[in-house]
């Protein structure tokens, strides 16, 4: 089983600046991908940022510029730095990853794919 954790999430005024933590853990084999999404009330979850194994990065069009998602292998841990924070902005931001994990006490492995709990951000205006 792999588990994701975020924490970071805080009240912040528009304009500010926040940083946000997943950490997973677990027994994780390997991790591909790492991302972040948000959701609102009353709205889907959508895509903010992701990152692969070898640091290559997306971002969604409105963040691009004001948000990086720097990525830890070593502690697999993915970070999600906003910058500028806009009130729109304010909603539950979840970490997502994917990857594989081990199977019983061999090398078998199988894939994962694991969502934390979220951790709310709000923008105060």
């Known amino acids: 089983q792999v588990q994701l954790v975020e924490s970071g999430g805080a009240l912040v005024q528009a304009g500010g600046s926040l940083r946000l933590s997943c950490a997973a853990s677990?027994?994780?084999?390997?991790?591909?991908?790492m991302g972040w999404y948000r959701q609102a009330p009353g709205k889907q979850r959508d895509l903010v940022a992701t990152?692969?194994?070898?640091?290559?990065?997306t971002y969604a069009d409105s963040v691009k510029g004001r948000y990086t998602i720097p990525r830890d292998n070593a502690r697999k841990t993915v970070y999600l730095q906003m910058n500028n924070l806009e009130p729109e902005e304010a909603a539950v931001y979840y970490c997502n990853a994917d990857g594989r994990y081990r199977v019983g006490n061999g090398l078998n492995t199988k894939a994962f794919a694991s969502w934390g709990q979220g951790t709310q951000v709000t923008v105060s205006s």
């Open positions: 990152i692969i194994r070898d640091k290559t990065t």
């Open positions: 677990g027994s994780i084999f390997s991790i591909n991908v």
